[in-house]
């Protein structure tokens, strides 16, 4: 009993410590950005003359910004590397995800609230992505919505995704490409977390009790629904790819940072990617 004791009011003392960290890292946050130890770059370049355009391996991006008078955020779209049916097909999905994001922060309560006469409206949603992977079999999207309650004293920053079948021209799950058991459940809970920086042992310690206190059931069913962008994915879990790992985004709690990411090499995951799939073609 009084080690239970001990036990749960260290774990309190650690969620406090961080919960005002936290807050104190929120103050200097820029609300658009990954930043520390998040590496979501691809290899690309930018094209000259000012333009909005990037090539990655044989494709060309162009990006979509969205603004209105509360939103800044932006989208992929991809213009060249492929036959124009295939570009049309990509793209309907990138734009229908991007739309899905949006509408689930379409009620704005704040839209009338009274704004300084000298001052322009707040923006309180930004959304920014980075091309996780796009090659001949994988396109995969990672977005971060960063929004900004009036009202509150942080933003929240939560993760979505798209995976695309570039072969098919086909959205993807989680269970499109993982099969999903017992084993796979039980093994995920040993991946490695990304954290932010600076990196903070207590903070991993409260992330690693928050997905421990999740039952197998739980779990198994946030896999099942992962990916679907909207009320279905009620534990808001997202997967990416990148040329060397699988991904999966969970959210959290806000003092545990709104959303941790999980990673394992394709390679430690064989007995458990899809075959269908060629993951060797994974690497750039």
């Not at 396109?139 to 929240?156: E, F, G, K, Q, W």
């Not at 992330?207 to 909207?230: N, R, V």
Request: charged share 25%; hydrophobic share 35%; proline share 5%.
């Amino acid at each position: 009993m009084e080690r239970k004791w001990f036990s749960s009011g260290l774990l309190f003392f650690i969620i406090i410590s961080i919960f005002f960290y936290k807050t104190h890292l929120d103050g200097r946050s820029t609300l658009n950005t990954f930043t520390g130890s998040y590496d979501y770059r691809v290899a690309s370049k930018t094209l000259g003359n000012g333009t909005n355009r990037k090539i990655i391996g044989e494709y060309e991006i162009k990006d979509i910004p969205y603004i209105t008078e509360r939103t800044e955020s932006s989208y992929p779209q991809v213009v060249a590397g492929a036959n124009q049916k295939k570009l049309d097909k990509w793209n309907q999905i990138i734009q229908e995800d991007f739309d899905k994001i949006l509408q689930i922060y379409s009620f704005d309560p704040f839209a009338e609230l009274p704004s300084s006469p000298t001052e322009p409206p707040k923006v309180i949603l930004r959304i920014s992505y980075e091309i996780k992977l796009l090659n001949n079999q994988f396109l995969s999207i990672l977005y971060l919505a960063s929004y900004h309650n009036p009202y509150s004293a942080h933003p929240t920053e939560l993760v979505y995704t798209t995976n695309i079948d570039t072969r098919k021209d086909v959205r993807l799950r989680l269970k499109d490409l993982i099969k999903l058991d017992s084993n796979f459940v039980s093994y995920l809970r040993e991946w490695s977390f990304i954290t932010m920086e600076p990196k903070n042992p207590m903070w991993n310690a409260v992330i690693k009790t928050i997905l421990d206190d999740m039952s197998d059931e739980q779990l198994m069913t946030g896999l099942e629904t992962a990916d679907q962008i909207g009320s279905g994915n009620r534990w808001g879990i997202y997967t990416y790819l990148t040329s060397e790992n699988f991904g999966v985004s969970i959210s959290v709690p806000h003092f545990a940072g709104d959303h941790v990411e999980l990673e394992k090499a394709y390679e430690e995951l064989k007995d458990y990617l899809k075959p269908e799939f060629d993951w060797n073609l994974t690497k750039n």
